[in-house]
């Protein structure tokens, strides 16, 4: 049972890993730990000679806590039921279980992108105050992609400073592949009269796409997104309990029937670390 969990939880084609940091909690209590950032102690003044160095008090703000939660499922079999089997009912069904666990994580991620939520700073994900937010919808183009690298590269921190943000992974509904492919794949700029060179030709980004994004935008405009490398600015991040990734399977004798009953867990938590590292574009009906 747990080889064919593992088996089959690695290999479930969800996304939400290809954008998402990973990290790792001790227990269920919302963490405390990173709290609150340290910044805004500014540039080092010159001291002339003999002059006096000035004091400075840093300044710090609140950042998003983390907190786990546990998800499961129970299923069973009877006596007869299980002497009647072979082997498949206790890989395959244990399986379906891990996969739909994966699946239910992925669900999650892309339910905060798509609902907007409000966040740990009191305002929605994608806000105008939050400078990650393209006004007008439109489908993935070059001037698009163009103007949401360029929104993610002016973000500043939370003491007004500077950020070295890179853009990695475009993430859209299903039909934006193809369209995708050639125009980041293509040296020249599509139908320009000129053969313009294209900017975006090899641009480091990753192509993502989720069919979770068309199912909630339904027949309505369907949003994409840009997430920045997890190395210098992370947006959504999910924990997982002492790193523990796969679902926990414990086997049960109810008294007084005949049979077993599985119960299948896994505790997880997603949370927003920083919206920098994440723009919306709106995007049209598909």
């Excluded at 666990?101 to 892309?110: C, E, S």
Aim: charged share 20%; glycine share 8%.
């Amino acid at each position: 049972i747990r080889k064919s969990i593992v088996e089959l939880y690695n290999h479930v084609p969800t996304t939400f890993q290809a954008f998402t940091t990973k990290g790792s909690l001790k227990d269920f209590k919302t963490t405390a730990d990173h709290e609150y950032v340290i910044g805004g102690v500014g540039d080092f003044l010159l001291v002339p000679e003999n002059g006096e160095i000035k004091a400075d008090i840093p300044s710090t703000q609140v950042l998003p806590t983390r907190k786990l939660d546990t998800y499961g499922k129970q299923f069973s079999m009877t006596r007869q039921a299980f002497i009647n089997d072979d082997i498949g009912f206790l890989t395959e069904v244990p399986g379906l279980y891990a996969t739909a666990a994966k699946k239910t994580i992925d669900k999650q991620v892309y339910k905060i992108l798509f609902n907007n939520d409000t966040i740990f700073d009191g305002k929605t994900l994608f806000h105008a105050d939050h400078a990650n937010l393209i006004g007008t919808g439109t489908k993935p183009t070059q001037a698009s992609i163009q103007a949401m690298i360029l929104q993610m590269q002016k973000q500043t921190d939370q003491f007004g400073e500077a950020i070295y943000i890179n853009p990695r992974t475009i993430v859209v509904p299903v039909g934006y592949e193809f369209d995708l492919a050639v125009i980041l794949r293509s040296a020249q700029v599509v139908g320009s009269a000129n053969n313009d060179i294209n900017p975006l030709y090899n641009y480091p980004l990753q192509i993502v796409q989720s069919p979770v994004l068309n199912a909630l935008a339904g027949a309505n405009a369907c949003p994409w997104f840009m997430f920045a490398d997890g190395s210098s600015c992370r947006g959504i991040q999910v924990d997982y309990l002492n790193g523990q990734e796969t679902p926990t399977v414990r086997r049960m004798e109810t008294p007084g029937q005949l049979g077993f009953v599985w119960d299948m867990y896994l505790d997880w938590g997603i949370s927003v670390r920083d919206y920098r590292g994440i723009c919306k574009n709106p995007g049209v009906a598909l």
